[in-house]
């Protein structure tokens, strides 16, 4: 037993040693090899001054994507603020939510998909957040139609229990689907197949014909409804289009949602600011202009 | 136990106060009286612009009613917004006046103060003369360096809660009654009598652009700063969350001076100015009766053979030398380790007796 015991503690110092060695080779020859690499390559500053001039405008996918992936820290001393770092933003994020993982329409339109309707599209984005795309853009019929909505995940798309109680409003880390039935059974309106299709469909992309693209795309939005779920649909108090309390909203911020302030808002949008909000994406058929701006007529 | 007793249950009672006030929802205390986070409390308010930029629209009302703006409400600063529903706020203005009213002057509160500095400072668009600059672009404007700057009070009179010193708030107490007078007062305070940022923060924040390449190659600039200064003792030590080391403020800006006024080297009223630079390192707090051949030594020596070579080649001696004595040592460690682990291993083959 004593014999084992001394082994095992001349292979733990062994291993010790084994660290130690690897750790003064990274400080001191793999430092200088490092150095002598980089001073190969072209890292080095040259002062070409004026000839050089500021590429202005260019935007690569490196500055606009990727640098836009910087975090930074700021060490307060009572607390570490960690947040994502957007160049020239100036308040402060302070929490984090990953990208939404399931859904299969972010891949090709992205966390901001909204951009056609210059008015609303920070609006829309704001409830993209917390809801799927088919929850707006699907319009069920009656035979599919279930009035079950539920959370998912957004790291691993599994439906979770709601994330609302208890946590400020539009944080969540989950987004809300409908449900649908199918040969008589109930199930997520995004299934494995369409998930499956989509991403089949982005892998080979770039080997599809033109007409192979037309008839995928085809498929994929086949569900897709012209004119998606309008605001007043679920801001309202009678009889909302999202169960928002078997969604978890506690009565409070049911209330809140169906409030005067928040229908009175959009209404006020609707009427005044924003007369296409109801039917994003056309054009209103003749400009509305307030009475004190018409053109006197003489 | 004499202290404890001194208190009393009025103590915990304090206690419980302040803890209710500190977990207060922000809405309570922060000033958004135009009621502008009905819409902008969600973080997924955003877009992406006709130029391609992502603008997040969201403001974090915990975090943003203990910044230093957490006083001044959204259309102090967002002036062009008047009504709600508003079209897409222009950019702001960091020198408009704001509804804060300074109490010594009794004046409109403005920044405009370090605009005047920084015009006259190495940051400058332009020349002395007053012209542009060459890539004056590269110059930085307030968020370039700022985001909303956080309260950070003093964090070494811990007591119960981190950062603030619950006696001193007793001590205020005694004459003012308004709690959120008193901690905005205390936090105000106490951030200002020591760095607003750490020295790793600052650094990194100079290093955003004084360690890219093309804008030093552009403004021909002899080192990467920030890179330089972090391979220093007090870089080093910057990067451990070291608060007393220097940082790039404590050596470039004049003492008394706002951190806006840094100055060229040639500029005679620069801290590096050659004549100003044995007061940089000899100050009480760093390294009193310093010479200034002290303050000469190149702080911001790179590690490179065409630029530096004497400190090249010294500092690969000493690595070499470093790594040839350890290197070894821990292989001969090794051997004696394996020769007590298999006492009687041996390539030859035994002598048959």
Same mark, same amino acid.
């Not at chain 1, 199930?187 to 037309?214: P, W």
């Not at chain 2, 703006?69 to 062009?80: A, I, S, T, Y």
């Not at chain 2, 040639?266 to 004549?275: G, L, M, N, S």
């Given at each position: 037993?004593?014999c084992?015991?001394?082994?095992?503690?001349? /292979?733990?110092? !062994?291993?010790?040693?084994?660290?130690?060695?690897?750790?003064?080779?990274k /400080?001191?020859?793999a430092?200088?090899?490092?150095?002598?690499?980089?001073?190969?390559?072209?890292?080095?500053?040259?002062?070409t001054?004026?000839?050089?001039?500021k590429?202005?405008?260019?935007?690569?996918?490196d500055?606009?994507?990727?640098?836009?992936?910087?975090?930074?820290?700021?060490?307060?001393?009572?607390?570490?603020? $960690?947040?994502?770092?957007?160049e020239g933003?100036?308040?402060?994020i302070?929490?984090?939510i990953?990208?939404d993982?399931?859904?299969y329409?972010?891949p090709?339109?992205?966390?901001m998909?909204?951009?056609?309707v210059?008015?609303?599209?920070?609006?829309?984005?704001?409830h993209?957040?917390?809801?799927?795309?088919?929850?707006?853009h699907v319009?069920?019929?009656?035979?599919?139609?279930?009035?079950?909505?539920?959370w998912?995940?957004?790291k691993?798309?599994?439906?979770?229990?709601?994330p609302v109680?208890?946590?400020?409003?539009?944080?969540y880390?989950?987004?809300i689907?409908?449900?649908?039935r199918?040969?008589?059974?109930?199930?997520?309106?995004?299934?494995?197949?369409?998930?499956?299709?989509?991403?089949?469909?982005?892998?080979?992309?770039?080997?599809l014909?033109?007409g192979?693209k037309?008839k995928a795309?085809?498929?994929?939005?086949?569900?897709?409804?012209?004119?998606?779920?309008t605001?007043?649909?679920?801001?309202?108090?009678?009889?909302p289009?999202?169960?928002?309390? $078997? /969604?978890?909203?506690?009565?409070t911020?049911?209330?809140?949602?169906?409030?005067?302030?928040?229908?009175?808002?959009?209404k006020?949008?609707? $009427?005044?600011?924003?007369?296409k !909000?109801?039917?994003?994406?056309e054009?209103?058929a003749?400009?509305? /202009?307030?009475?004190?701006?018409l053109?006197?007529?003489? | 136990?004499?202290?404890?007793s001194?208190?009393?249950?009025?103590?915990?009672?304090g206690?419980?106060?302040?803890?209710?006030?500190?977990f207060?929802?922000?809405?309570?205390?922060?000033a958004?009286?135009?009621n502008?986070?009905?819409?902008?409390?969600?973080?997924?308010?955003?877009?992406?612009?006709?130029?391609?930029?992502?603008?997040?629209?969201?403001?974090?009302?915990?975090?943003?009613s203990?910044s230093v703006?957490?006083?001044?409400?959204c %259309?102090?600063?967002?002036?062009?917004?008047t009504k709600?529903?508003?079209?897409?706020a222009?950019?702001?203005?960091?020198?408009v006046?704001?509804h804060?009213?300074?109490?010594?002057?009794?004046?409109?509160?403005?920044?405009?103060?370090?605009?005047?500095?920084?015009?006259d400072?190495?940051?400058?668009?332009?020349?002395k003369?007053?012209?542009?600059?060459?890539?004056s %672009?590269?110059?930085?404007?307030?968020?370039?360096?700022?985001?909303n700057?956080?309260f950070?009070?003093?964090?070494?009179?811990?007591?119960?809660?981190?950062?603030?010193?619950?006696?001193?708030?007793?001590?205020c107490r005694?004459?003012?009654?308004?709690?959120?007078?008193?901690?905005r007062?205390?936090?105000h305070?106490?951030t200002?009598?020591?760095?607003?940022?750490?020295?790793?923060?600052?650094?990194?924040?100079?290093a955003?652009?004084h360690?890219?390449p093309?804008l030093?190659?552009?403004?021909?600039?002899?080192?990467?700063?920030g890179?330089?200064?972090?391979?220093?003792?007090?870089?080093?030590?910057?990067?451990?969350?070291d %608060?007393s080391?220097?940082?790039?403020l404590?050596?470039h800006?004049?003492?008394?001076?706002?951190?806006?006024?840094m100055?060229?080297?040639?500029?005679?009223?620069?801290?590096?100015?050659?004549?100003?630079?044995?007061?940089?390192?000899?100050?009480?707090?760093?390294h009193?009766?310093?010479?200034?051949?002290?303050?000469?030594?190149?702080?911001?020596? %790179?590690?490179n053979?065409?630029?530096?070579?004497?400190i090249?080649?010294?500092?690969?001696?000493?690595?070499?030398?470093?790594?040839?004595?350890?290197?070894?040592?821990?292989a001969?460690?090794?051997?004696?380790?394996?020769?007590?682990?298999?006492p009687?291993?041996?390539f030859?083959r035994?002598?048959?007796?």
């Amino acid at each position: 037993m004593k014999c084992f015991l001394t082994k095992l503690y001349i /292979l733990a110092f !062994m291993g010790l040693v084994i660290f130690f060695s690897t750790l003064i080779w990274k /400080l001191t020859f793999a430092h200088l090899i490092h150095e002598y690499h980089a001073r190969k390559g072209d890292v080095s500053i040259q002062h070409t001054g004026e000839a050089e001039k500021k590429d202005q405008g260019k935007q690569t996918f490196d500055t606009m994507i990727l640098e836009s992936e910087d975090r930074v820290k700021h060490y307060l001393g009572y607390r570490v603020l $960690e947040e994502q770092r957007i160049e020239g933003h100036f308040h402060h994020i302070g929490f984090d939510i990953g990208p939404d993982n399931r859904s299969y329409c972010r891949p090709c339109h992205g966390d901001m998909p909204h951009d056609k309707v210059k008015d609303i599209r920070a609006f829309l984005n704001m409830h993209a957040f917390f809801i799927a795309c088919q929850t707006c853009h699907v319009k069920l019929g009656e035979d599919e139609k279930t009035n079950v909505y539920k959370w998912y995940d957004r790291k691993t798309g599994d439906i979770v229990a709601s994330p609302v109680n208890g946590a400020p409003p539009g944080t969540y880390n989950a987004k809300i689907i409908p449900f649908i039935r199918e040969n008589g059974q109930l199930v997520r309106i995004d299934s494995e197949d369409k998930i499956q299709f989509a991403t089949d469909y982005k892998t080979n992309e770039k080997v599809l014909s033109e007409g192979q693209k037309s008839k995928a795309k085809k498929l994929i939005h086949k569900i897709i409804s012209k004119t998606p779920v309008t605001c007043e649909s679920c801001h309202t108090k009678n009889n909302p289009t999202l169960p928002l309390a $078997e /969604l978890g909203y506690p009565q409070t911020r049911v209330d809140s949602i169906t409030s005067t302030e928040v229908v009175g808002m959009i209404k006020n949008y609707t $009427e005044f600011h924003m007369p296409k !909000m109801l039917s994003p994406g056309e054009k209103p058929a003749t400009p509305q /202009l307030q009475p004190e701006l018409l053109p006197i007529q003489h | 136990m004499r202290l404890k007793s001194r208190f009393g249950p009025f103590g915990y009672i304090g206690i419980f106060v302040l803890l209710t006030i500190y977990f207060m929802p922000a809405s309570v205390l922060a000033a958004d009286v135009g009621n502008c986070l009905l819409c902008h409390k969600y973080p997924g308010l955003s877009r992406v612009d006709e130029n391609g930029e992502m603008r997040l629209l969201f403001v974090n009302e915990d975090i943003f009613s203990k910044s230093v703006h957490g006083k001044v409400k959204c %259309e102090g600063c967002h002036v062009d917004i008047t009504k709600i529903p508003h079209e897409p706020a222009k950019p702001v203005d960091c020198l408009v006046l704001c509804h804060i009213i300074e109490p010594t002057s009794e004046q409109k509160f403005t920044h405009k103060s370090v605009a005047t500095s920084l015009d006259d400072s190495v940051h400058s668009k332009k020349d002395k003369d007053g012209k542009e600059k060459p890539f004056s %672009e590269d110059m930085p404007t307030c968020k370039d360096c700022h985001d909303n700057p956080m309260f950070r009070p003093l964090a070494f009179v811990k007591k119960v809660r981190p950062g603030v010193a619950e006696d001193a708030l007793g001590r205020c107490r005694v004459c003012h009654t308004q709690e959120e007078f008193i901690n905005r007062f205390y936090n105000h305070i106490t951030t200002r009598l020591h760095k607003s940022r750490s020295p790793l923060n600052i650094a990194e924040s100079c290093a955003r652009c004084h360690d890219d390449p093309k804008l030093v190659a552009r403004h021909n600039l002899s080192t990467s700063a920030g890179g330089s200064y972090g391979q220093t003792f007090h870089g080093k030590a910057a990067n451990l969350l070291d %608060e007393s080391v220097p940082d790039c403020l404590d050596c470039h800006v004049p003492k008394g001076k706002s951190v806006h006024q840094m100055y060229e080297n040639k500029d005679p009223r620069a801290t590096t100015y050659k004549e100003n630079r044995g007061q940089i390192c000899n100050s009480v707090d760093c390294h009193p009766g310093a010479s200034t051949d002290f303050a000469n030594y190149k702080v911001h020596a %790179e590690f490179n053979m065409k630029q530096n070579p004497v400190i090249y080649w010294f500092t690969t001696f000493f690595i070499i030398l470093t790594g040839g004595t350890l290197l070894p040592l821990m292989a001969i460690l090794f051997l004696d380790l394996l020769r007590r682990l298999f006492p009687n291993a041996s390539f030859r083959r035994r002598k048959e007796k």
